[in-house]
């Protein structure tokens, strides 16, 4: 029998404890469970304020083409069942489980800070990329319009920037994201896993459905905005035969790059999306850990540079060569897209009202 369905609207019924706490919780049946009860409503979402020194975070990872990027959220509500950054989670003692989904933290003082930052006679101008670790453009966004007031930022200091999102929220940004495009200071990736709507519900139940986001694609590209995509996460077994398809929909709707990256479960992940399999896929659940096993040296989840994002083996070796092919036939990644640092200009003394002029 399939395990239970998670809360409608969420991608995980799971909340394991912290692994960082001193105690853990384990559920047990009382007894007292009625047969005609429904149980709980769904969990609503609850937003977290975090103060922070800095907003810029920086990496010298050889696996991602940025050294720079911003978060200005932690957590997700869009509920993907395989997102990596799940068990970010646990470090501010919450579980990346429902918690992750429900417990929104956000930081209002991010374009403050961000300004700041930018003004430091030490910053040297390298592309940024926003919203990387979890969703910039996800539903909260559409309220707080942190994401919007950082890029705000980033449009009057003519710095460039980096996305990847799945929400066809963006198309708000259209005004600040087309200015930008102008002097090659933006590129927009869209996270396309499938093109079946049923399997987008399991997969990321609070994020726009597919065709909403090719739609997206295509408004940016038709203002000058380039666009690009990501099969993110390819999942063996699940997703991993529309490859080929999400890619030519994507380039009818004027993508130019396109990449894909392999299924990861670190640690808590793992007992996560696993759940996931057995509540949405139970005869293939087996089967989907055997190829992964097969493409991450006989583990689940493989995080040493250079493998983590591809995997190794066979498998691993034909998802390659099919990226390869499909890429060649559309014409998709024949350049690389290298954002414009010259236009670069800080931010003046103060506060962006401030009439304080700089003194050199």
Not at 7 to 22: A, K, Y
């Amino acid at each position: 029998m399939p395990a239970p369905l998670p809360p409608h609207g969420r991608g995980s019924r799971l909340n394991p404890g912290n692994r960082f706490s001193d105690w853990q919780r384990d559920g047990f049946d009382d007894g007292w469970q009625d047969a005609g009860d429904t149980g709980p409503p769904p969990p609503a979402t609850i937003l977290l304020v975090e103060r922070s020194r800095s907003v810029i975070s920086r990496n010298t990872s050889p696996d991602v083409p940025f050294s720079q990027s911003i978060n200005p959220y932690k957590g997700c509500e869009h509920g993907c069942a395989y997102c990596f950054a799940r068990p970010g989670h646990a470090y501010l003692g919450l579980s990346p489980g429902l918690d992750f989904e429900t417990h929104i933290v956000w930081k209002p003082d991010a374009p403050e800070i961000l300004r700041r930052e930018l003004a430091s006679p030490r910053y040297r101008c390298l592309p940024i990329a926003l919203g990387i670790n979890t969703d910039g453009w996800q539903p909260v966004e559409r309220r707080l319009r942190l994401s919007r007031h950082l890029l705000e930022i980033l449009c009057e200091t003519r710095h460039p920037v980096s996305i990847v999102t799945k929400s066809a929220l963006i198309e708000r940004d259209l005004d600040l994201l087309s200015d930008m495009a102008r002097d090659n200071l933006v590129n927009v990736m869209f996270s396309v896993t499938t093109l079946d709507p049923q399997l987008a519900r399991k997969l990321e139940p609070r994020a726009a459905s597919p065709a909403r986001r090719l739609a997206a694609m295509a408004r940016l590209h038709q203002a000058g905005v380039p666009v690009g995509v990501l099969f993110a996460p390819l999942i063996p077994a699940i997703n991993d035969h529309e490859l080929e398809r999400v890619l030519e929909a994507s380039r009818q709707a004027g993508a130019t790059q396109a990449g894909y990256v392999l299924l990861r479960l670190p640690n808590e992940l793992k007992q996560l999306f696993a759940d996931w399999l057995d509540s949405h896929f139970p005869d293939r659940a087996a089967h989907v850990h055997s190829l992964l096993r097969q493409m991450r040296g006989g583990a689940l989840n493989d995080s040493q540079f250079g493998r983590r994002m591809r995997g190794q083996g066979v498998f691993a070796d034909l998802y390659s060569q099919r990226l390869k092919r499909i890429c060649a036939r559309l014409g998709l990644n024949r350049e690389r897209l290298a954002l414009n640092t010259t236009a670069f200009r800080p931010p003046r003394s103060g506060t962006a009202d401030s009439p304080q002029m700089p003194l050199f």
